[in-house]
């Protein structure tokens, strides 16, 4: 998963959507304990960042150093590079001991997982009974009737070319059908989706270079293919109203399983 990025990380930082306060919040008020948190999959620490506010220490880990060297450095956040087949001691090595975190985070990294790998490492460091996991993702942002009709045909098509991983698919889906083997946190009776969005303001540029921060914009251009070819970029001129640098508000719909290991 790290290489599909690796080419993107700046793009990646400028253009992704930042999540809202509401779903920390939300999280951290399953979690009796907030003395430690460990975000998998941190790539920029977006996530750790908000979760500094919220929980003594935080551990941010990926398997890319390249977007680990864009995280913003904070006093209670703790990045690790880690490489995808580090054994379980290694993880309690390098990351934290045995039962001793109180959350586990994965933003827009869970589809990329090797879930029972993942599971067994999350079931070994989480506290028994109070530790959660949440995982949650970011469907593709709204704009416009007329601006999201062009997104989807290009979205479409590069499905249809297979320039996405198979993973993706567990995105679109909202992580409704992901095996998720945890039990409700307290005062809820499932584990999600749970629904969210988030905003940001973007002009042409800034929504084009989101799309450029696509793994499969990367693998279709790794096979001499522009997906966004001066066709495409016209249509979306003309979607966006013919003033590029008009600056519109793009939405994110944003979908969170959440759930707590069970008790012994």
């Known amino acids: 998963m790290a290489n599909l990025f690796l080419k993107q990380a700046k793009q990646y930082v400028a253009t992704r959507p930042s999540y809202p306060p509401g779903l920390f919040d939300f999280i951290a008020s399953k979690t009796p304990r907030h ?17 500094a506010k919220l929980y003594k220490a935080v551990v941010g880990t990926d398997t890319s150093a390249q977007q680990l ?29 045995p039962s001793t975190v109180d959350l586990i985070t994965v933003a827009q990294a869970f589809h990329w997982l090797d879930l029972p790998r993942f599971y067994a490492q999350a079931r070994s460091v989480l506290r028994p009974a109070h530790g959660v996991l949440a995982a949650w993702c970011y469907t593709e942002p709204r704009v416009s009737a007329a601006v999201d009709a062009v997104f989807w045909r290009l979205y479409h098509a590069s499905w249809s070319d297979k320039y996405w991983a198979p993973n993706r698919r567990m995105v679109d889906d909202e992580y409704r059908s992901a095996d998720f083997p945890f039990v409700p946190v307290d005062g ?66 944003i979908f969170l399983r959440i759930g707590k290991v069970r008790a012994e």
Not at 35 to 51: C, I, M, P
């Open 35 to 51: 003395e430690l948190a460990w975000d998998v999959g941190t790539g920029n620490g977006q996530a750790a960042a908000s979760l």
């Open 188 to 253: 809820e009776a499932h584990t999600g989706p749970f629904e969210f969005s988030t905003e940001r303001r973007m002009d042409l540029d800034d929504y084009l270079m989101y799309i450029t921060s696509w793994s499969a914009y990367q693998t279709a251009k790794d096979k001499g293919v522009e997906l966004l070819d001066e066709a495409t970029v016209r249509e979306f001129e003309e979607a966006w109203g013919g003033d590029t640098k008009e600056v519109k508000t793009v939405t994110y719909p």
């Open 69 to 97: 060297a864009y995280a913003t450095p904070l006093p209670n956040v703790r990045y690790v590079h880690t490489p995808p087949d580090l054994p379980l001691a290694g993880i309690h090595d390098t990351v934290a001991g």
